[in-house]
């Protein structure tokens, strides 16, 4: 079996590879959430051919929607580990590169929107989703593409890694029956998973989770009924997928440009308010949406929402780098995209309810806009109060030992005392939970 070579690395590359994994993660995007977009195209199709009504039609894009999210499930084997492996190979830079690399849903929509209408008219539903199924298996080669690299702040030391695998070796040459190596060896692999999911219990990355449900309830039933809405009000087929394909072209141009914008110096310390900037006007985009019932007025509203769709999805990896670190990243994403699913599998179907009960798109459009505008407040209203705890830390300091000193990172205080003399610039930080060499 060939062995798989790591790159090691003192700090993220910032170039190099990682622009190859930029183009796979790219590549990798297309094929996943542009396809998935692009299933509500079939919509229609759908709804005429098994004559049902918007509830049990939707199920179909929710199902799909919610596997590609889910770890482990459908697309996203291929979809989270790609948007991971971006944050491994970029540090400064990486909001352009996440831009870049996420900008693929937005290319696929608008390429794929009219190609998928074409597909449908000349072969029918059936034969368009073949010939996506094997447009997807370019999958493969994106996979190719990934190269595993291993950075200086990944949480297991050299030490702990050499720790475990002496257990693991002594597990293998003791009798299985052996109850105290039974023990090191859950011990071991305790503190490696305390390790990877000590983010959990970090108050940031639990507001972050929260707000991510409102947010993914909003963002999923436009990308359902965009089409179908369009249809409702007099846009004819090919204009209503022409709407799409908008929203798809000026998704890149906000994955791309809200990706470098916030890389400059003067926004590198507001990614954050960025993030939620953004959630919030497409939030307001979907309470001005009923009043649009005409193709002029549904183009600048296809580029708005677009726009601002594309910034906060760059984004999304960014804030969650920032809260919970790099080293942490992979599994941090996983969680994430994993609160996505959720709503991404309910929102539809609750939204073709309120259609099938209200005879209108109204009452959906306005719950998802709401829905947004509230993930938005939740974050800003977080990120306010922690401002405001800020003071109480200093004067803490201020208070205590004056050769003690004190630095926070997110909710977390570390301490440092006199030490720092004794020790020769070695630092005292909290014990780190880990494997146990003794």
Known sequence: MTKVNRTRSTSPPDGGWGWMIVAGCFLVTICTRAVTRCISIFFVEFQTYFTQDYAQTAWIHSIVDCLTMLCGLGF?????????????????????AYGIAMSGSGIGTFILAPVVQ???????????????GGFVLNLCVCGALMRPITLKEDPMTPEQNHVCRTQKEDFNRTSPCSILTKERMQT???????????????????????????????????FVYLVPYALSVGVSPQQAAFLMSILGVVDIVGNITFGWLTDRRCLKNYRYVCYLFAVGLDGLCYLCLPLLQTLPLLVPF???????????????PVVTAEIVGTSSLSSALGVVYFLHAVPYLVSPPIAGWLVDVTGSYTAAFLLCGFSMIFSSLLL??????????????????KESDPKLQLWTNGSVAYSVASELDQKDGEYVAPAVPGCNPT
């Open 76 to 96: 996203a084997l291929c979809y989270s580990p790609a948007i991971a492996m971006v944050g491994k190979y970029f540090s400064r830079r990486k909001a352009l």
């Open 302 to 316: 296809s580029c708005t929402f677009g726009y601002f769709d594309g910034a906060y999805v760059t984004l999304i």
């Open 188 to 222: 071991c692999l305790c503190c490696s998973l305390q390790q990877e999911y000590s983010f959990l219990l970090m108050s940031d990355f639990a507001v972050l989770a929260i707000s991510v449900l409102f947010m993914a309830y909003g963002c999923s039933p436009l």
């Open 118 to 132: 074409l597909l449908i008219e000349q072969f029918s539903w059936r034969g368009a989703l073949l010939i996506l």
């Open 380 to 397: 800003g209203f977080a990120r306010l109060v922690k401002k405001m705890k800020k003071p109480q830390l200093r004067l803490l300091a």
